[in-house]
């Protein structure tokens, strides 16, 4: 199976010196300032169509809750163009980092290692400080603070969505059958934390979660993500060859600040994608599985048990075991990232029951919980206190002079899989074997002669004729260095696409 | 728990032979965290600094 996989994060953004402020202006602002030349639109929205559903319909229109409807409304009427509203960049390392429903939002470039995976992920918390950086320079003082978490504690939540590339020959309803219970799950390893509970009638202060994400999910299956949001979204929209490929999107998951937590994440699903498509997933059939994700959430001891079809009750812990104990079975030995996730999996699980301590800077719900705990002591204060909410919040402040994961970091607290010249390189540079890579590699070599661009497909100018870079079928990671190589070294964009067709038609 | 009993700083991937976990003892649930009192440490100045009333302010729209 090809491995590829990406992140998507949205990023909560405040002004300490307003009362009330502006989302839609501050979070086009912040992804502007990123710029030093004014903005070019070149974003291609044309393949992006969130109707399709992967159960084979297309749905009219995707929901929206009252308060988001009249927004949108208001938003309508703004002195903006939509292109200028979404502020649409794609960056020298292939990533994309755009004004996302008013969160500035950080896509990763297409990764095909854990460690890649991750290093763009802190390549994307890199770059979204400096605009926030460039953008305080220019207001006075630091009043633009970046959360990179998943929610505001008042009901509203934005995401921070991970995607696999799968065979389409996966049926769709394995591909749910197969993932439903371990997404439900999966959280005792990827949770977040979360200070309070948030429901339809508000804030509840008092409980601590593993999740941020639980509150929100309402449904098993849904194409929608803004409400109504499921433990699979079922949208069908694959930025790439459609008779070949889907594009898995999970949207329950949490932002991770752990480095460690977010490479189980993707690392784990990956492995479980890849049971499904052996057809060697656990048979396990949840009975309620939406109000289990919310059992599992709210129950910090690992304790509570979910129901299962055959009568059987569960824990969340146990529920990973059967993933992992089927993983191991199943695919140990298959190569060095593989085993390395299943000893880590394994190990996780089990510290979580005997020396939970020893997860502290590798869990962020762990950690998060020790930080509270600590304070709670040091200040005597209770569960219920409203600043614990606010060190929530701070906890995933990416600020590097007040986040309080960003301050554990500092001082060599936390488990790390990359080191500053990884973020660094991350930050500038795709991922040399997938079609990320090759599409920072053209906007470094010739960003002014690209006409548009989405993930699939790179247009570029000049002549009479098309000259597009499709990469819809360019997983291949020889074929993807070859095109990279190309691009790299030829004079214009005519030259690379000349010699990339030339040596297709001699190797097809 | 205090901060000196954090685990070493670890690269990774490491390439290690998978492991089974071992199962707990008898009657053994999962155990949390005990935590410590670093009070002298930067991380809980850091901590003592923020606004207990920065999350009642935090106000976003939703997203996806």
Redesign the interface.
Known sequence: MTRLFGIET?Y???RDDL??MD?VVESMELVRAHLTTPFERRWDYASEDPHEDARGFRVSGLA??K??AQ?SIIDAHRPFSFHEMKSDLVLPNGARFYN????PEYSSPECRT??DLVAHDRAGERIVQRAADRRNQRLGGTPVQL?KNNT???G????C?DNYLVSRSVPFAALVAGLLPFLVSRQVVAGAGKVGVETESGFVPGAYQLSQRADFIETELSVD???NRPIVNTRDEPHADVKKYRRLHL?IGDANMCE?AT?LKVGTTQLVLELIARNRAPGLELEEPVTAVKQIARD????ATVRLKDRRNLSG?DLQECYWEAA?REL?GAD??T??I???W??T??L??????????RLDW?TK???L???I???QIGWD???L??????YHNVNPE?G?YR??E????????T?EADVEEASVRGPLDTRGGLRGVCVRRFADQITDMQWERIRFSGGWRPKTLDMGDLFDPMDVRRCVELFEKAASPADALAAWKTRKDVTS | MTYDMFPERREGPVNPMPKAPSPPEEGEGPRRPQSGSPDKDNLMKRMKKVDPKQAERYRQRTGQ
């Open positions: 949205e909560g953004i405040g009362d009330t989302p929206q809750d308060e988001e927004f996302d429903h008013t969160h854990l460690k959360y505001d504690f008042h509203h939540s934005y995401g969505h993500t803004m409400h949207i460690y490479a910090a001891d690992l304790k812990l191991q140990a060095p990232e085993d390395w299943l000893c880590e394994g190990e699980l089990r979580l029951i005997q020396h939970r301590e020893q997860l502290v800077g762990v919980q020790w930080l705990e600590t304070f002591r040091e200040e206190d409203p600043w909410a606010s060190l929530d919040l701070e007040r309080l301050g554990l500092a001082e060599g607290k936390v488990w790390r899989m080191n």
